[in-house]
């Protein structure tokens, strides 16, 4: 008997290995996805780590504030970061990153993350998800607006103030943000900025100089040629507030590797983190000092401040640098801290938390410091790029708090300034059991 029953049999011993390579060719495999799934992992940590970075600007403006002010600033800080995040999904995401475009302007739509359960084959292999993407990008915004809120702390109300935040969200970070990591005009001229220095420490600071320059300053502050100190209202808050912020930075710089796919994306990431990490301490160490020989006494609102300047000034370019230069390059940033906050006060420029100094005045000298370590940048350049934020949001930002201030108002009544914020705007106290600071 011929066993006829084996014929199939070996007919499919044969075409199952043609089969599975065909399979093979048609599924992704792992050096394909590893990449895609290390970068995705990447923005999500680093993403939720910027994220806890609202916490930090909440505790330190609530420590920096006098306490009959620390409900707003909390109010403020969540309804911030809430706005920014339907904001940013409704239309800043798809301005800041349209695509093709003229390089300068594009509005764009709704964020639309991947499907649910997206295969493979499906997915653009050659960066991360969405929805990822989408997340890490927003809580830097958010960061934006916070450094608003800080310096005009303590006499504006919170509706215009929100209002602000709705447009500086939705459409002004969005726009100057494109020009350069949306590969926009300034991208194709070279400009270089790693994490933002300038895309959002500047730009935050510039809208913060214009609203402190339209509201002015609070009552009693600059009398009689003097500048009167108001003390906050709790600095181991403001200390809390500062190392967290310290802590979401690594998030911050080190997620702008924008990869974690290869032994080399991984090793810069942690070089980033090395970097920040020592301009932050020398900021802090040169405030320390400076305060110390200026005021005869160290002070720790200078201290805190000067961590933060060296945090924003290594931020343009935290790779390239040895620790040797991210140790010069955050120590340049506590000096400017130190000599610049004074300096404020004798323009009679109010800014309850240092945000001016730290985030403008420092995150134009990170910008500028680029071209010590990275080959790409030059000075001109760097400058060009400087000036564009500086006048578009300058300029955008006295617009829209003139208008603010000419039609519903943007400042309290001098009997609820003096009363507090808390009582007057929002009819409930962060310390009721304490008489008012």
């Given amino acids: 008997m011929k066993k006829t029953y084996l014929i199939p049999l070996a007919v499919a011993a044969t075409l199952l290995p043609t089969l599975g390579f065909a399979q093979d060719a048609a599924t992704p495999s792992f050096d394909e996805i590893g990449p895609y799934i290390m970068t995705t992992l990447l923005f999500c940590m680093a993403g939720f780590l910027v994220f806890f970075m609202a916490a930090g600007f909440a505790m330190l403006e609530g420590g920096l504030v006098r306490s009959k002010n620390v409900t707003m600033q909390m109010t403020k800080n969540i309804a911030l970061f809430s706005i920014a995040a339907i904001m940013y999904w409704l239309v800043g995401f798809n301005t800041m990153y349209p695509g093709d475009f003229n390089g300068y302007f594009a509005l764009g739509g709704q964020t639309v993350l991947d499907p649910v359960g997206v295969a493979a084959a499906d997915a653009a292999l050659d960066y991360a998800s969405v929805g990822s993407d989408f997340f890490f990008q927003l809580v830097f915004v958010a960061a934006t607006a916070s450094i608003v809120s800080g310096a005009l702390a303590e006499r504006i109300k919170l509706w215009p103030f929100l209002i602000f935040v709705i447009i500086l969200t939705g459409f002004m970070y969005p726009i100057s943000g494109s020009w350069k990591w949306g ?90 983190f090395a970097n920040t990490n020592m301009a932050a301490a020398a900021g802090a160490v040169t405030a320390l000092i400076l305060s110390q020989v200026l005021y005869k006494k160290p002070d720790l609102t200078m201290v805190l401040n000067g961590a933060l300047a060296g945090l924003v000034s290594i931020t343009a370019e935290p790779l390239a640098p040895t620790l040797f230069g ?56 760097q400058l060009t790029g400087i000036v564009a934020y500086g006048v578009f949001t300058f300029v955008a930002s006295l617009i829209i708090w003139f208008i603010l201030k000419a039609t519903i108002g943007i400042r309290v009544s001098e009997e609820d300034e003096i009363n507090g914020l808390d009582m007057s705007e929002l009819g409930m106290e962060a310390y009721p059991e304490f008489s008012k600071g």
């Fill in 326 to 381: 991210a140790l010069w390059i955050g120590a340049i940033g506590g000096v400017i801290v130190v000599f610049t906050i004074p300096m404020l006060d004798k323009f009679k420029i109010d800014d309850v938390v240092g945000a001016i100094p730290v985030h403008l005045l420092a995150g134009i000298w990170g910008t500028i410091a680029v071209i010590f370590y990275n080959e790409d940048a030059n000075l001109m350049t």
């Fill in 183 to 272: 590969a926009g005009w300034l991208d194709a001229m070279g400009f270089q900025d790693f994490a933002g220095s300038t895309v959002v420490h500047s730009v935050g600071g510039w809208a913060a100089l214009a609203g402190a320059i339209v509201l002015g300053p609070r009552l009693g502050k600059y009398k009689d040629g003097r500048v009167n100190p108001m003390p906050g209202s709790n600095l181991a808050l403001a200390t809390l507030g500062t190392f967290i912020l310290w802590l979401g930075w690594f998030g911050f710089n080190g997620g702008s590797q924008l990869a974690m796919g290869t032994v080399g994306d991984v090793s810069d990431v942690s070089r980033i």
